[in-house]
């Protein structure tokens, strides 16, 4: 079983720019398509982006593109979400979300992952 570990999360103002970290362990990294969600208070959990196994394919919720990047570095282990131009609606719990290669996966669908991190919290103020 993989386990995720989130960092990076904190407390930045509109505008400003974090960079999330989902450190992967327990099995190849290469093997898994990665998605980044995330839930506000009183929401759903919702997507944000989610990329392929070696990253040539890239996707991103409306709400973020052009100013969220995801990313992976399979020899580290970890993969990774650059926040740039946040803005308050960003604020939320951001968690890393992993599902296995040869298994159906619909990027978006937070029901087609396997694996969750505990979250790191991500807070934007005004």
């Known amino acids: 079983q993989v386990q995720l570990v989130e960092s990076g999360g904190g407390l930045v103002q509109a505008g400003g720019s974090l960079r999330l970290s989902c450190s992967v362990s327990g099995r190849t990294l290469s093997d898994y398509r990665m998605g980044w969600f995330r839930q506000a208070p009183g929401k759903e959990r919702e997507f944000v982006a989610a990329?392929?196994?070696?990253?040539?394919?890239?996707y991103y919720a409306d709400s973020v593109k052009g100013r969220f990047t995801i990313s992976r570095d399979n020899a580290k282990n970890t993969v990774y979400l650059q926040m740039d131009n946040l803005k308050p609606e960003d604020t939320a719990v951001y968690y890393c979300?992993?599902?296995?290669?040869?298994?159906?996966?619909?990027?978006?669908?937070?029901?087609?992952?396997?694996?969750w991190g505990q979250g790191t919290q991500v807070t934007v103020s005004s």
């Open positions: 979300a992993a599902r296995l290669r040869g298994s159906y996966w619909s990027p978006q669908n937070r029901n087609t992952y396997d694996s």
């Open positions: 990329l392929t196994r070696v990253g040539f394919m890239t």
